[in-house]
């Protein structure tokens, strides 16, 4: 049950569904999409014949379902909205980062690929003035030693002079500033390896796979792996003079170099503005096994993982478009994240083909959370269609139809949308349905953790 005392219109609910002659198959449903907090609601039917007889080998229809509906998953990765299908999310992000770092037979990704050389390198925002943070030494400028919990870290420490409007559209152009950096990357290599570009895309690929992460300021910055291939992808060996340190030097190259930055034309109200990276530049060697090192492959994936369901709501702000500034009186959003918000509408005017107020809830960040180049390694569609064929084929053995023939098998259906979502009484059952599972795979990753580092120091 719920650990939280229920109102007693919600308790009342609760009872209802829970007193229902259909509930155990409610529970199911529930159950089959995770836990999910808000799932879809289908009705329809789907049948199975015989192509050759015409037989009717299965019928399903929702017309017996609680409500007369099939709940299935939303598919929805922040947590903040629904928890366990962003667990799923970053479970295939796991393993797309994962493959690339460790290899996949099954995505035809080598366990070679361990060879090649890869950094995973954090790429960080400029000032944009002052602000409360815990430094490993002394105290913070404000003269204070913050707890890990004070909700003034990451706030201005004077918000009359902070760049707020530096802030949202730094953010804004965040994507851009990507791009140019992985151009840039492209010739550095080639300049260190004496090569040409034409000459590079002959010998070696460069491949990554990266994740936004919004720092309690609310600048976004990116956490990326960073691989060179042999000029085929991870199936190729890269040439002998690609080596860690050289994929170090050229990233720090790269992010510091002038055609490295994206520009921002001045307004009648605003200066131009050139963004580059900030000072703060990590790059660290990934290591295949532990060795006293945080950074192992498991350790990236699972930090790469943990991001790609958050967004921007440690800054408190909302995790959805906002309509009007007095939302933000009603959700209590901090002063220090209601400027950059209030940023991103001031400025909208300004720069119209920025769309900083339809991105005002990710403080003017507009581009993807997670991302990969084509050859990093597998991609999320192709984790998602695993899971999706190995369900169908569940469902055929149970439906007892896995010894006849995909192609003998004709599938009629019929679906429609009706809606979205719990009462609030099903939701309180869902969310302790959620935990339940959570628990279970909690402990079934906490074996395998360990089974996996007995592996890894057998091997070493």
């Not at 151009?183 to 570009?197: D, P």
């Amino acid at each position: 049950m719920p650990e939280t005392l229920l109102d007693p219109a919600t308790l009342g609910d609760l009872l209802r569904v829970a007193s229902a002659v259909d509930y155990h198959r409610w529970e199911e449903q529930v159950r089959r999409t995770g836990g999910c907090a808000d799932p879809i609601h289908l009705t329809g039917w789907t049948i199975h014949k015989d192509k050759t007889t015409g037989e009717t080998l299965h019928r399903y229809s929702t017309e017996g379902e609680p409500g007369g509906r099939l709940r299935v998953a939303c598919g929805n990765r922040r947590a903040s909205r629904c928890p366990a299908c962003a667990w799923t999310y970053a479970g295939d992000t796991y393993h797309l980062i994962r493959a690339g770092l460790a290899g996949d037979d099954r995505r035809d990704i080598p366990a070679t690929v361990r060879d090649h050389p890869r950094v995973f390198a954090t790429l960080t925002a400029p000032s944009f003035g002052p602000v409360h943070n815990r430094p490993d030494h002394g105290t913070c400028r404000c003269g204070a030693r913050h707890a890990p919990d004070a909700p003034e870290l990451g706030t201005a420490l004077d918000p009359a002079t902070y760049d707020y409007a530096g802030a949202v559209l730094f953010n804004n152009h965040a994507g851009q500033l990507w791009q140019r950096f992985t151009n840039r990357l492209r010739r550095e290599i080639a300049a260190r390896a004496g090569l040409t570009q034409r000459e590079l895309k002959e010998s070696a690929r460069l491949s990554y796979g990266k994740v936004a992460e919004f720092q309690k300021r609310g600048a976004v910055h990116f956490h990326a792996v960073v691989r060179i291939d042999g000029p085929d992808g991870p199936g190729t060996p890269p040439p002998s003079w690609a080596t860690v340190q050289l994929l170090a030097d050229a990233i720090r190259a790269a992010a510091a170099h002038s055609y490295t930055s994206t520009s921002v034309p001045a307004t009648a109200d605003q200066p131009a503005r050139t963004f580059r990276w900030g000072t703060q530049l990590d790059v660290r060697p990934v290591k295949a096994f532990g060795d006293g090192s945080d950074i192992t492959e498991q350790a990236v994936a699972s930090y790469v993982a943990k991001y790609a369901t958050k967004a921007a709501e440690n800054t408190g702000t909302l995790d959805r478009r906002i309509g009007e500034l007095s939302e933000l009186d009603r959700h209590g959003v901090p002063d220090h994240t209601r400027r950059l918000i209030t940023a991103c509408r001031d400025l909208d005017p300004l720069y119209p083909d920025r769309r900083l107020w339809a991105w005002a809830h990710m403080l003017g960040f507009r581009g993807h959370f997670s991302s990969k180049s084509r050859h990093y390694s597998t991609t999320l569609g192709a984790l998602r269609q695993a899971r999706a064929d190995y369900r169908a084929a569940q469902e055929h053995a149970a439906l007892g139809l896995d010894d006849r023939e995909p192609d003998t098998v004709l599938v009629l259906a019929d679906w429609q949308y009706a809606g979205h979502g719990h009462t609030p009484g099903e939701s309180a059952l869902a969310a302790t349905i959620a935990r339940d599972l959570q628990l279970n795979r909690e402990t079934a990753r906490e074996e395998l953790a360990a089974l996996r580092q007995e592996g890894e120091q057998d091997h070493a």
